[in-house]
């Protein structure tokens, strides 16, 4: 991952307005290297094409994506500000598997001590997932849902090799749905859990950038 001309860039993905905030605002001290957060756009198609862009330009041709934000958590337990690590995003073009998870899930664990974090896949889909439909996802295998990170990531390897993740903070979750009350609380636990993870992506980016022994 190491080029003559610095260490390699990484690119921080996000959909939604609120996403993007709460990465600005948080620590941006420590990176490994350069750091481009990109909002993408809400929905698959937009995430795609603003990833395969955003990498086509040759200062960011081999940098490392971590997809990120919000999503829907299918698993029984799960509440807002719980942290989910994708060991794989799925969507129907294809799977595409999470680099450096275990390092993920140790940095996140010392950045927002207390806050749960769940490992597993990660699916996507085009539309928000409400009632029986989380059920259905959940047969799956799948332990959480939202409409960007599939899309992302392989958008991202479709441009060339490099370390892909997927990181996740949930907002609603089958107990605590975004429509019932409790929503506004949740919705800023979740907000000021991604306000806090950058410190562990950073340290995830800098791990890919060590020599292999």
């Not at 993905?13 to 605002?25: D, F, N």
């Not at 807002?80 to 996140?108: N, Y």
């Amino acid at each position: 991952m190491n080029r003559e001309s610095g260490p390699s860039p990484l690119l921080i993905a996000c959909a939604l307005g609120i996403e993007h905030l709460a990465l600005r605002t948080g620590d941006r001290g420590g990176a490994g290297g350069p750091v481009t957060v990109l909002r993408t756009g809400m929905g698959p198609k937009a995430a795609e094409r603003s990833v395969a862009r955003v990498l086509a330009d040759p200062a960011l041709g081999d940098a490392a994506v971590l997809a990120t934000g919000f999503c829907a958590g299918l698993a029984p337990g799960m509440h807002p500000g719980d942290l989910v690590v994708a060991e794989e995003t799925r969507d129907p073009r294809g799977t595409v598997a999470g680099v450096g998870t275990d390092r993920l899930v140790k940095e996140l664990a010392r950045a927002v001590p207390g806050r749960t974090v769940h490992t597993g896949p990660l699916t996507g889909s085009d539309h928000v997932v409400r009632g029986p439909e989380r059920a259905d996802l959940l047969a799956t295998g799948a332990i959480a849902v939202d409409m960007e990170s599939a899309a992302t990531l392989l958008s991202a390897v479709r441009a060339g090799t490099r370390p892909v993740a997927a990181v996740r903070v949930v907002v609603d979750a089958p107990e605590h749905e975004l429509v019932r009350i409790g929503t506004v609380r949740g919705g800023i636990s979740a907000f000021r859990v991604l306000r806090s993870v950058l410190p562990a992506f950073f340290e995830w980016h800098r791990s890919l950038l060590l020599p292999r022994r």
